[in-house]
């Protein structure tokens, strides 16, 4: 609220270890992720002494309103998890060995999951799109991780708006995968 009225614009700051935690969560659980950062309330709030809550909730209501400081914070928290994001990637293309190439794949796949579902959709397209390319360079066009990336990007690309390209993604990725589920059936009898 502070930071609101003097002009000036919400920062996050954590300690490098709980954002290393953040970077893990984004890969491991970015579903709980997004539930708990769309759960952002500043009705919620605690302070040590209940005075001291009562003023700022009453601070709060009689300037920016708890709801406009809730989609402040949401849009500082998106904004920051782009920016952390990226960074990491950075980071991981940086080395340049095949087990960082690796963990680019997955980290991004995950990171393009996470952007997709807090609505960040040109940044998603941009990271799934190159998990896509790196996948297909280094597997098989049959290979799962091809076919999940496939799938994620036309995913993205849907809730973009563009649906032609995503269907042709959808269709080809599901295409490969029933033609395998087929070759197994088909040679077990």
């Known amino acids: ?31 709980v992720f997004v539930e708990v950062l769309s759960s952002i309330d500043a009705r919620t709030a605690q302070a040590r002494e209940a005075s001291d809550l009562k003023v700022i909730t009453e601070l709060i209501e009689s300037s920016v309103t708890h709801a406009v400081l809730n989609e ?4 500082a928290m998106r904004d920051w998890v782009v920016a952390t994001g990226l960074e990491h990637e950075r980071k991981l293309r940086g080395d340049g060995s095949d087990s960082s190439q690796d963990q680019l794949c997955d980290f991004q796949m ?5 952007l997709k579902l807090i609505g960040e959709l040109s940044t998603a397209e941009r990271v799934a799109r190159e998990v896509l390319l790196a996948e297909e360079k280094r597997k098989s066009a049959d290979d799962n991780d091809v076919l999940v990336a496939m799938s994620n990007l036309g995913l993205i690309l849907w809730d973009a708006g563009q649906n032609e390209e995503a269907e042709q993604l959808l269709r080809r990725a599901l295409e490969v995968k029933l033609g395998k589920m087929f070759l197994r059936v088909f040679f077990f009898f």
């Open 110 to 114: 995950s990171f393009s999951i996470t």
């Open 72 to 75: 402040l914070a949401l849009e």
């Open 1 to 31: 609220m502070s930071s609101q009225n003097a002009g000036k614009p919400i920062e996050i700051i954590l300690p490098r270890i709980e954002e290393e935690r953040f970077v893990k969560g984004i890969k491991d659980d970015s579903d």
